[in-house]
């Protein structure tokens, strides 16, 4: 489905930007890909009549839905068959939730405004936390109130009129090997299954070595794009430009996360965003009912967010993961890093744990917050696994590399890992069901709270 004919392996990151990133600033702002829909059957009869004739693609997707490809005006299309009611939307593009690949795109022409963590532990930028529920915390705001029990719909800050740019650096931070940190593994402990989607796992001899982490096997990559599998695994430079790709090692650093603070969790890594830090509603939600298919793990963490047009749930994740809870799979997803009370998906899906972030000194600058929120942990300079050997901006010296197999990153990407790894520990240790277990970690009301940000899991 791609629109243009240029070959997808050979592109820079720029032109993929432009041939699959589309954005509108109507109804809060959202991306998604150019020409593509997805609709419920009962609007297809519709659809056909008001594009008179002409041809498009269709691709049966799971829950009676179907990927509409080749349409000239998606975000028309979908406003119209939506007023007369039917279930139609766009093809939304989710981010990875990463402090330089946001989900809202008014954030991504300026990736220095969190360049040094270091200048945020001052405590005297959040002094009167009885304060946050009312005026809230952070630099976004929803632009609509954000008070109350009602979710914010459609009421994103004022949105940048041009199209934004890629960004082109990515955030991750050198730090030195921390094997102390590693905990040793229980055998005799019950395994707890845990899926992560997301950039995949670096190769084995680069990093992606991590005890009781493996990438999932070769398979289909989705229905964007017929035909095209993945080996699941996440290569430095994918566009051999030389330098980090923005995101490249994230699915890594995720894993390494939950392996650190869950030794018993065996944990599997699958490949749905790009080198660019972007995947789709499409894509995500059709990987995520092949695990079902395949027998659901006990955890599936996201770490990628979007924003939808008028703040409705995006239709594929919605019904994907439905359908995977009701197999047993606890879901645990990133708020955010925009700074707004706005909803992002598919944290603010039911039943999914939404997880904020928190630094040393209080909430994260960067996080997204709310009453959808369910809870925080720290993501402020974590420190996990990494590729091993590589460069920021590779010099062809491998005794030089800049990265040893460990980094620090920051985001609510690398908080959610630690509140699902929190649960697939209290499960392992005494072997109880997930959903037990997130009684016990999350849900239980008399752990500590912050307003706006849910319960704290506090894990290093």
Request: aromatic share 6%; glycine share 10%; proline share 8%.
């Amino acid at each position: 489905m791609a629109t243009t004919d240029r070959d997808p392996e050979s592109e820079t990151a720029q032109e993929r930007w432009q041939r699959t990133i589309r954005y509108t600033a109507a109804r809060g702002g959202f991306v998604y890909r150019p020409g593509e829909l997805i609709i419920d059957k009962a609007a297809l009869g519709r659809l056909t009549e008001e594009v008179d004739g002409l041809e498009f693609t269709q691709t049966e997707l799971d829950g009676g839905l179907i990927l509409i490809g080749g349409v000239s005006d998606s975000v028309y299309l979908a406003n119209v068959l939506a007023t007369e009611g039917f279930n139609v939307q766009v093809n939304h593009v989710v981010f990875a939730a990463t402090n330089v690949v946001n989900a809202h795109p008014s954030t991504w022409p300026h990736p220095s405004t969190w360049p040094h963590p270091s200048t945020w532990p001052h405590p005297s930028t959040w002094p009167h936390p009885s304060t946050w529920p009312h005026a809230g915390f952070g630099a976004g705001g929803c632009g609509c109130g954000c008070g109350g029990s009602d979710t914010p719909r459609g009421c994103g800050p004022a949105q940048p009129a041009t199209e934004p740019k890629p960004p082109t650096t990515s955030s991750v931070d050198v730090t030195r090997s921390e094997p102390a940190l590693l905990r040793p593994n229980d055998s005799s402990a019950p395994k707890v299954r845990v899926v992560v989607l997301d950039t995949g796992l670096a190769p084995t001899s680069m990093g992606g070595n991590i005890p009781n982490v493996t990438a999932l096997p070769l398979g289909d990559w989705g229905p964007t794009k017929p035909g095209a599998q993945t080996d699941n695994i996440d290569l430095p430079d994918a566009d051999h430009n030389t330098w980090l790709d923005v995101v490249a090692g994230h699915g890594t650093f995720i894993a390494g996360i939950i392996s650190r603070l869950a030794p018993h969790a065996d944990v599997t890594v699958g490949k749905v965003l790009e080198f660019t830090g972007e995947g789709n509603d499409a894509d995500l939600a059709w990987r995520i009912n092949r695990l079902a298919d395949n027998g659901c793990p006990e955890i599936l963490a996201l770490s990628c967010s979007c924003y939808t047009d008028n703040d409705e749930a995006p239709l594929g994740l919605r019904q994907a993961i439905e359908r995977i809870q009701k197999g047993g799979t606890l879901v645990v997803a990133a708020a955010g890093n925009e700074a707004t009370c706005r909803v992002s998906w598919p944290s603010a899906l039911p039943g999914v744990i939404a997880v904020g972030a928190i630094g040393p000194d209080g909430p994260a600058p960067f996080t997204n917050y709310g009453e959808w929120v369910t809870a925080c942990a720290p993501g402020v300079d974590i420190v996990s696994r990494f590729f091993d050997g590589i460069d920021v901006h590779d010099d062809g010296n491998a005794a030089t590399a800049d990265f040893r197999g460990w980094a620090r990153w920051s985001g609510t990407s690398f908080s959610a890992p630690i509140v699902a790894a929190a649960i697939a520990r209290e499960a392992a240790i005494y072997g109880i069901t997930v959903a037990a277990a997130a009684e016990r970690v999350v849900y239980d009301k008399r752990l500590l709270r912050m307003p706006g940000l849910g319960t704290v899991v506090n894990l290093h």
